[in-house]
């Protein structure tokens, strides 16, 4: 198979950290990954613990355009590791393999989400990784428009208003411009 990323080297069969199979490219050093295989090797090696290495998203060259996917010839699914990483991993669904372009192996290594990988390619995974980012996002907003002082009352009271017994009649009150007035 030629390499999905540089298109210049050939995918050699080799192993990720003597443990699992992969098919490594010899010019970039990209790493074609079938899921099934990994799961695999995980299923049967449940205490092995990968050690972790200190390679930070600026250490790794992460693919920024589409990649193919070197079995099916389709474009593969860029997938996030984390919300805070700027790093994407290519997964073609319909094969279940993944491309992890040099050093990504080393990065989920130091971010300690090697044993997690078949995980980060799943819906949930994203989804979280989409509501963290949202939430993070709406909570800069709501700081920039209110303040950090007034953001942390208001987080507070909506807090406790959301577990109080009577959430509805306290958000009446507040709600209202005059509730003491008898007049609709």
């Known amino acids: 198979m030629q390499c999905t ?54 250490d790794v060259a992460d693919s920024q355009r589409a990649l193919i996917c070197p079995v099916t010839g389709v474009i593969m699914r860029k997938l996030r590791i984390t919300k805070d990483s700027s790093h994407r991993l290519d997964y073609s669904m319909p094969v279940g393999g993944v491309w992890l372009d040099k050093g990504e192996w080393e990065l989920l290594k130091s971010a300690g989400l090697a044993g997690s990988l078949n995980a980060i390619l799943t819906e949930q995974w994203q989804t979280k990784i989409r509501e963290q980012k949202a939430e993070e996002t709406f909570t800069q907003l709501y700081i920039n428009k209110f303040g950090e002082d007034d953001y942390q009352k208001i987080k507070a009271l909506r807090e406790w208003l959301a577990s109080h017994p009577n959430k509805a009649d306290l958000r009446s009150y507040l709600l209202a411009d005059d509730p003491y007035s008898a007049k609709k």
């Open 5 to 58: 990323r540089c298109k210049e080297g050939n995918l050699q069969a080799s192993f990720i950290e003597q443990q699992f199979r992969a098919h490594t490219c010899d010019h970039c050093g990209g790493n074609w990954i079938l899921v099934e295989d990994y799961v695999s090797w995980k299923e049967r090696n449940p205490q092995y613990s990968f050690a972790q290495g200190s390679v930070s998203d600026d």
